[in-house]
């Protein structure tokens, strides 16, 4: 995230500061504009699944470079895995900058359902974040995915990454 905003994945920007924000707004007065609010998508299916190992902290990793340098307000991503227990995954998202965001936890409870078939055509999980608030979308992001419990397999078949910024 860009200076003076502090980042965590559980607890996200933190508690606000009430006082302060009344205090601003009492005083505030708009001035520029941020632009206009665009979308961007980039990525989509990969050419050949990636395998996911199992039981590896290393995991898998797929990289997308964006070349459009929007300030971010929010980052959406789209992934198809094929794996038998969605839950034994991990999947981390580290922004150019070097802003890691962890999009879901091993052990999650979530069994299935990192995709979904429609009309036997695949349709990606959505998961989204607010950790790179105010950073710059240009350059190379990085998603990896990490299988932390023994005996199943599995692979990314589709990795893409939505940017909603100015």
Request: hydrophobic share 40%; net charge negative.
């Amino acid at each position: 995230a860009i200076p003076g905003y502090r980042f965590h994945n559980w607890y996200g920007f933190g508690a606000l500061d009430v006082d302060a924000a009344v205090a601003m707004a009492k005083t505030y007065a708009a001035g520029t504009t941020l632009g206009e609010l665009r979308q961007k998508t980039y990525g989509g299916d990969l050419a050949t699944p990636l395998a996911i190992p199992d039981n590896s902290a290393d995991g898998t990793s797929s990289k997308i470079t964006v070349p459009d340098n929007l300030t971010i307000e929010n980052i959406g991503i789209a992934v198809a895995v094929d794996h038998p227990n969605t839950g034994e995954l991990g999947i981390e998202l580290t922004s150019p900058g070097g802003t890691k965001s962890i999009l879901l936890n091993i052990r999650s409870g979530l069994k299935s359902g990192l995709h979904r078939l429609e009309g036997g055509r695949i349709v990606p999980a959505l998961l989204s974040s607010n950790a790179f608030y105010g950073e710059r979308s240009q350059g190379e992001w990085t998603i990896r995915i990490v299988d932390g419990v023994p005996e199943k397999a599995g692979s990314l078949k589709h990795f893409a990454i939505a940017i909603l910024g100015y």
